[in-house]
């Protein structure tokens, strides 16, 4: 039966912790990428909730492998079971994480998402220039459901509302709603977020494994030199 050395768990944890650190790296640079690319005028907190997840997740991440190489190299028992530890909580911490995703998702929009725009377009009613051109630009998008919501009020969809800002050519009008445009938006993101954090679940778990083993690996070892000694 193959039984792994303390040489072989150190180095396995060595390479572990490099593929974490860098994983760390990746999610602080996709947190500050969602960041940039969050709306000066949010609907919702959405957005920037899950940036701010992330970055704290790969920053997180990022710490706890540079503890773990240090803990490997000490060969200290009482750090590797911290590491661990840390490992399972963080772990439990992202399934709870993945949960409420999945919960949210689960609905085409959530409800505050909905009320922000409502809100938007009640004020649209009296100022045809308002915050929801921008989103109606920015996502390609006409009204809060469709265009239709213009030409039920008796209005001209605005600028906004086309291609090129050129709604002279009836092909350029956008049809679809804004808040379909925004819920599909915030899913793709959802979605992303999702899948990161399986693998970090994944990983981390891998991570409390081996770190528990080398913690048996070094006990035993320390004992085998007690007895002979």
Known sequence: MFRCTKKRLKFTLFVFNAICALTG?????????????ISEVDVDNSETLIA??????GTVLLVMSVFGCTATYMESKSMLISYAVILVILLVIQIFLVSISYTAASGSLSSGLQQGF????DKSNTNINTTLSFYEEWLQCCGKSSANDYFLMDKIPP?????????????????????QRFGE???????SFNIISWCLILTEFTGSVFACILVD????YRDRIRFYN
Not at 185 to 191: A, L, Q
């Open 52 to 57: 701010t997840v992330i970055t704290v997740l």
């Open 159 to 179: 600028p906004s509302c086309c291609r090129y800002r050129d709604c002279t050519n009836v092909l350029n009008l956008y049809v679809i709603g804004c808040e």
């Open 118 to 121: 409502d809100e938007l377009w």
């Open 185 to 191: 938006y915030v899913s793709d993101k959802t979605s």
């Open 217 to 220: 690996s070094i006990r035993n």
């Open 25 to 37: 790296v990746i999610l602080i640079w996709f947190g500050a990428w969602l960041y940039s690319n």
